[in-house]
Each structure stands twice: as structure tokens, then as C-alpha cells.
């Protein structure tokens, strides 16, 4: 028997006068999951998560939480929680009272409430300090107080719009990972609204990549990066090598292109709508691209590239490449061996990747 979601949304639009931010979405989110909504700025993904949380109103749709629809339902009467991106936390008031606002404007018993204050903490890691000045908090800390302020409230869904933000980049990678933990400590379903792919890839269990107020594809982070449905989602969900060409032939899933710039390659079709001569976009991941100080054997796609550069980011580190014969660049993720630790600019280097990791759209 399948269980009710926690959340689902049913052909969910919302419209500001002539324009539609969200354009008729449907997804629905199991209980416990981290589901994260993934796109630009613009692209209506915080519209969305304003009427989940009953801040807006849809245009048209439903939007039901624990199988009840909430359309009438106030912010304050659904069972849902938000973290803002700057937590809102009250400056006057010691960690304790802010942890405690809402149980107190609900007119839960002093005793009660410092009861449950104390677990959440504990449950957040910051057992003890309730009587502690916010402002004596660190940025991390100062996010678990935000979230245990949430959770004591005990939502069905907790709503986190882009929480991470504001934080320096060595905290916000830190609190990816507690942020995940702390989602699996609480078995609570997250609804996350990131422009960060990172962010979402490493805490999330399902991702929707939003563009233009729809879902362009939901899936697992592995699913997203390994088999983007769209140009769109390949180009936005990590990072890739982008050319331009023309089809030249196409036999099932084969096809045959060339680029611009003259260079033969050989891809799968990943999309509807590619014909021959017509364009199509031709993704390739950085990692998926080989290195090798004198030709292969068999080179697949690939040929010879002078090094335009070398930029070190230890585990991170790539090679941007110049193609000889069609003049494009390509960026390469640096491999980790050591072996080409000695390149330099200007240097001649082989490269090549595989046909299965060539991927290709139409072009819109």
C-alpha cells in the first residue's frame, strides 16, 4: 500500500497579471524526503514555495499536504514551517526565547515549552545553551537555532529558501552536510529552494530543475548529472564542455555531427527532435575528457589541443584546452595520478572521450 505523500502539488500555476511564474506543476514528495528545487533566479521556484507555504495564492491548482488540500488553510494553521534566508532570528531575546516564540504565541504552558525547547536543541546539538545571547552564535549555529525553532513545532514539511545564502563558502560547505544529518535525525520532509547545484546535489534525495516556472526533470542527483533530459538541465546541473553542430546522420540512438569548426563526432541522442541537418547541442563532461601524450589508437572523439591554461584547485584542478582543428575550447577535469602535473601553457596534448558520454539535444 502506498503511503500519502507529505506534500503534492496538482497542476499548481500561479499568474501575475499577464505573466505566469508558475506554469501548471505536479510532483509530490514522499514523507522523510530532502527534496530540493533547483533553477535560476527567476524561474518562479520561490512563487512556488511562498503559496506551499500559504504566503500566496495559486491562480489555479491544488496544493495538499498530508492529503488534505490547504488552498484555504492560512500560513499559521498548516502544518509547515519556513527557514528564511537571513533566519529572522529576534536579536532581544536569548536562544531559548527564540527557539520558544511560536509554542508561546500558541499558548503552550511555560513548563511545556522549556521542555521541548531543551530537546530540540539537544536534537540540534546545541543542548545547554538556552540561555545563551543569540548574537554570542556563530553563522552555523545560528542556522540550527533557525531550524530548532522550526522543528519544535513538529511540521509535517519544514520550507528552506535558500538558508545557505548568506554564508561564507567554508561554512556553507559545512552546513551542507549538517543540514543533511540533521534532515535524517529528524525523519522530517525539506522542501529546499537553492540556485546552488552543489548544494542541491549533495543534500538532496530528488531534485526538480526548474526553468521558466516548470519542472524540466525530477530525479535523484545521480539521475540529474549522469542523464540530464534536457539541454537545459545538462548545461545547468554541473558543469559541461557545450558545442554547436550539425547532424549528419542518425541511426537509433547514433548520431553522427560535426561541429562548426569542422571536428566529427560521434553521440547518443538524449532528446526528442533531432533530425538530420539540423543544429543540435553536444554536452560532454569534463571528467568524461582524456588526456594522453601522443595519440590513441583509436581516438573516438578527440584529437590535438594546445593548453590555453592550467588552473590548480587542488582535487578540482582542470586544463582548458584549445582544439587545433575546429578551435574550441574544452575544459578537462585535471586527472588526480599526477601524470600531467607538468603541463603548461602552450604544450600539445592528445584528448578524447568516449561516444556513450556525448550528449545530444535539438537545439531550441
Given at each position: 500500500m502506498t503511503s500519502t505523500p507529505d506534500l503534492e502539488a496538482r497542476e499548481i500555476s500561479k499568474s501575475?497579471?499577464?505573466?505566469?511564474?508558475?506554469?501548471?506543476?505536479?510532483?509530490?514528495?514522499?514523507?522523510?524526503?530532502?527534496?530540493?528545487?533547483?533553477?535560476?533566479s527567476g524561474c518562479?521556484?520561490?512563487?512556488?514555495?511562498?503559496?506551499?507555504?500559504g504566503f500566496q495564492k495559486p491562480t489555479s491548482g491544488d496544493l495538499l499536504i498530508k492529503g488534505r488540500s490547504v488552498l484555504d488553510v492560512p500560513p499559521n494553521k498548516r502544518q509547515v514551517s519556513m527557514v528564511f534566508q537571513h533566519l529572522a532570528l529576534f536579536p532581544m531575546m536569548n536562544i531559548g526565547a527564540n527557539v520558544g516564540f511560536s509554542l508561546r504565541q500558541r499558548g503552550v504552558n511555560k513548563s511545556d515549552i522549556?521542555?521541548?525547547?531543551?530537546?530540540?536543541?539537544?536534537?540540534?546539538?546545541?543542548?545547554?545553551?538556552?540561555?545563551?545571547?543569540v548574537s554570542s552564535l556563530s553563522g552555523g549555529q545560528k542556522q540550527r537555532v533557525a531550524i530548532a525553532r522550526c522543528m519544535v513545532l513538529e511540521p509535517d514539511v519544514l520550507l528552506l529558501d535558500e538558508p545557505l545564502g548568506a554564508l561564507d563558502l567554508k561554512l556553507r560547505e559545512h552546513m551542507k552536510i549538517e543540514l543533511k544529518q540533521l534532515q535524517a535525525e529528524f525523519n522530517t520532509t525539506f522542501v529546499y529552494i537553492t540556485h546552488d547545484q552543489s548544494e542541491a546535489l549533495v543534500m538532496s534525495d530528488?531534485?526538480?530543475?526548474?526553468?521558466?516556472?516548470?519542472?524540466?526533470?525530477?530525479?535523484?542527483?545521480?539521475?540529474?548529472?549522469?542523464?540530464?533530459?534536457?539541454?537545459?538541465v545538462a548545461g545547468f546541473v554541473g558543469e559541461a564542455?557545450?558545442?554547436?553542430?550539425?547532424?549528419e546522420s542518425i541511426a537509433g540512438n547514433a548520431v553522427t555531427l560535426r561541429t562548426q569548426g569542422g571536428r566529427s563526432l560521434q553521440g547518443v541522442a538524449a532528446g526528442a527532435g533531432l533530425a538530420k541537418g539540423?543544429?543540435?547541442?553536444?554536452?560532454v563532461r569534463p571528467e568524461a575528457v582524456r588526456l594522453s601524450r601522443s595519440a590513441p589508437q583509436s581516438a573516438g572523439n578527440g584529437g590535438e589541443g594546445i593548453v590555453q591554461n592550467v588552473l590548480f584547485n587542488g582535487a578540482n584542478s582542470q586544463v582548458m584546452l584549445l582544439d587545433q582543428l575546429s578551435g574550441a575550447e574544452i575544459n578537462v577535469a585535471l586527472?588526480?595520478?599526477?601524470?600531467?602535473?607538468?603541463?603548461v601553457k602552450g604544450g600539445a596534448v592528445h584528448f578524447w572521450w568516449e561516444t556513450e558520454q556525448t550528449r545530444v539535444y535539438a537545439r531550441d
Open positions: 501575475f497579471d499577464d505573466f505566469k511564474a508558475v506554469k501548471d506543476i505536479s510532483f509530490t514528495v514522499p514523507q522523510g524526503t530532502f527534496f530540493s528545487i533547483l533553477g535560476p518562479g521556484k520561490t512563487t512556488l514555495l511562498r503559496m506551499i507555504a522549556k521542555q521541548q525547547v531543551e530537546h530540540v536543541l539537544e536534537r540540534v546539538g546545541l543542548g545547554g545553551v538556552a540561555d545563551r545571547s530528488q531534485i526538480a530543475v526548474m526553468n521558466h516556472g516548470v519542472f524540466e526533470q525530477v530525479g535523484t542527483p545521480k539521475e540529474l548529472y549522469y542523464a540530464p533530459q534536457t539541454a537545459f564542455n557545450k558545442f554547436v553542430a550539425t547532424v539540423t543544429k543540435a547541442h553536444v554536452f586527472p588526480q595520478t599526477g601524470e600531467y602535473r607538468d603541463l
